[in-house]
């Protein structure tokens, strides 16, 4: 069965770079029918798509987060990368990495969520 | 302000049927299949509902999908206590490039 966890500082500092990692099992991120991403959720607010990437290396991205963002696998480690930067309290939110297919229509697999706060 | 627009919050009594809403375009669920996801607040969404209409397995058959034009809806029967949570719809937008989501609903079963 596959499984996500999500890990990284609970903490951040304004204007510096998130970096959060997702760990796979039960599965490998080289399949080739799926990409990988990260979806956040303000404390009290809806669900926001931030970004996927897929063993080929062909990515996908939020444009409202106007190029702040990276997501990148490591297949040796059987994980995938959120880099974020030029954070501010806006970015306060619980981080969720899942699976998706390449259609990106549904996200089938889902870690429990990291809550990142962001504070000086 | 979400692309998708859900109603805020719905209400029905234990044993009823709901019905929540997902209105969208022609670059999103116009032209793309939409999935639901079940949030009890504290926890990882869960998959309901996705190509518009199918179940992943365990996922009980009170729970059903529709799409018509550039909306979709979700329906749940015999509502139980245990269904109160976040409910949100889901699909990709050919014209942002772009996962979108709706703002959510929230089920209140009285």
């Known amino acids: 069965q596959l499984q996500l966890q999500e890990s990284g500082p609970g903490l951040v500092r304004p204007s510096e770079t998130l970096s959060l990692t997702c760990t796979v099992s039960?599965?490998?991120?080289?399949?080739?029918?799926?990409?990988w991403g990260w979806i956040r959720q303000p404390p009290g607010k809806g669900l926001e798509w931030i970004g996927s990437?897929?063993?080929?290396?062909?990515?996908y991205y939020n444009p409202s987060l106007n190029g702040r963002v990276t997501v990148s696998l490591d297949p040796s480690k059987n994980q995938f990368s959120l880099r974020l930067s030029s954070l501010t309290a806006a970015d306060t939110a619980v981080y969720f990495c899942?699976?998706?297919?390449?259609?990106?229509?549904?996200?089938?697999?889902w870690g429990q969520g990291t809550l990142v706060t962001v504070s000086s | 302000q979400s692309v998708l627009t859900q109603p805020p919050s719905v209400s029905a009594a234990p044993g009823q049927k709901v019905t929540i809403s997902c209105s969208g375009s022609?670059?999103?669920?116009?032209?793309?299949?939409v999935s639901w996801y079940l949030q009890v607040p504290g926890t990882a969404p869960k998959v309901l509902i996705y190509?518009?209409?199918k179940r992943p397995s365990g996922i009980p058959d009170r729970f059903s999908g529709s799409k018509s034009g550039t909306s979709a809806t979700l329906g749940i029967t015999g509502l139980q206590t245990g269904d109160e949570a976040d409910y949100y719809c889901?699909?990709?937008?050919?014209?942002?490039?772009?996962?979108?989501f709706g703002g959510g609903t929230k089920l209140t079963v009285l």
């Open positions: 899942a699976r998706l297919p390449y259609t990106h229509n549904v996200m089938n697999a």
């Open positions: 039960g599965g490998s991120v080289r399949s080739s029918n799926y990409y």
């Open positions: 990437v897929a063993y080929s290396g062909n990515t």
């Open positions: 022609s670059s999103n669920i116009g032209n793309n299949d």
């Open positions: 190509d518009n209409n």
């Open positions: 889901g699909t990709w937008d050919r014209s942002l490039s772009a996962v979108v």
